[in-house]
């Protein structure tokens, strides 16, 4: 296996990073069809933005991975900015073999970057082989995180 490369998404990876998506089952009706226009207007909102990358990996010209990380400022901790890593997924076929600890690796270093105090990241309860992972790689469940749903997907 050659080395990952890992980018800025580019319009041209969404369906693969869809995919990753959709094979995620928590909730079973989390994603809808590529072809849906939200997914690009999302995606243009996240490239317009400086404080949001949306990282696709690549190996052997096949994109087998994706996150999307975010630069917050706040005022807690004397105005430090964090780092937060979201949708984190490796392609299917392709677990186990590393390339996920190398991709959280990446933007841990892409948050130093921007001299982020520190990086955080939230996993669905029922994700219990991705905590297992981030506890792999050092990561400390820290706090309890809570969700007020507003509306329904459309």
Not at 33 to 51: E, L
Not at 115 to 124: D, H, I, P, R
Request: with cysteine; hydrophobic share 45%; charged share 25%.
């Amino acid at each position: 296996m050659s080395a990952p490369i890992f980018r800025e998404a580019v319009p041209a990876d969404l369906p693969a990073i869809l995919a990753m998506l959709a094979q995620d089952t928590y909730p079973a009706d989390r994603e809808t069809h590529p072809a849906d226009p939200r997914y690009a207007q999302a995606f243009n909102a996240i490239a317009a933005d400086p404080n949001q990358l949306l990282v696709a990996a690549e190996l052997d010209g096949r994109v087998v991975g994706t996150l999307q990380l975010s630069f917050i400022p706040g005022l807690s901790f004397r105005g430090a900015w964090r780092g937060q890593i979201e949708a984190v997924r490796i392609a299917e076929d392709l677990r186990g073999q590393g390339l996920g600890a190398a991709l959280i690796d990446w933007a841990v270093d892409r948050c130093r970057q921007r001299g982020c105090f520190m990086v955080q990241l939230t996993s669905s309860n029922e994700r219990t082989d991705a905590h297992r992972f981030y506890e792999r790689l050092g990561w400390k469940q820290s706090h309890t995180g809570f969700k007020l749903k507003l509306m329904e997907a459309r």
